[in-house]
C-alpha cells in the first residue's frame, strides 16, 4: 500500500534538529521524498506498523507533528502530479 507522510518537527525547541535530521532519514529508509516534508511509501502492513513505531519515538509529541495518510494498493489512479519534479516508480527498477 501506498503511504503518505508528512512531518514538522519543531526545529526551534531543544534537540528539534537532530529529530528532523532522524525523522528525515529514517523515512528516506522507506521510501522517496516527494517534498521536504512528504513521503511516499510503499509498505506493507508489518512495514508500516514499524515505522510508525519508530516515528513515535523519535518525535517530541508536544512539539512535533506526523500525519500518515493510506492511499492502499490502487493509489497509482489516486495520486496525480504537476509541475517539475518527475513521479518515480515506486515499484519499479530503482537503477536507470
Known amino acids: 500500500m501506498l503511504v503518505l507522510i508528512t512531518y514538522d518537527v519543531n526545529t526551534i525547541s531543544n534537540g528539534g534538529t537532530k529529530r528532523l535530521r532522524r525523522v528525515s532519514k529514517l523515512c528516506q529508509n522507506y ?47 489516486k495520486v496525480e502530479h504537476i509541475g517539475v519534479k518527475e513521479s518515480i516508480d515506486l515499484e519499479g527498477p530503482l537503477i536507470f
Open 31 to 77: 521510501g522517496q521524498r516527494v517534498q521536504n516534508s512528504v513521503f511516499e511509501c510503499v509498505l506493507d502492513s508489518t512495514q508500516y506498523a514499524t515505522l510508525k513505531i519508530e516515528l513515535s519515538k523519535i518525535i517530541d509529541s508536544q512539539k512535533d507533528s506526523l500525519r500518515f495518510y493510506q492511499l492502499g494498493n490502487n493509489y497509482k489512479t
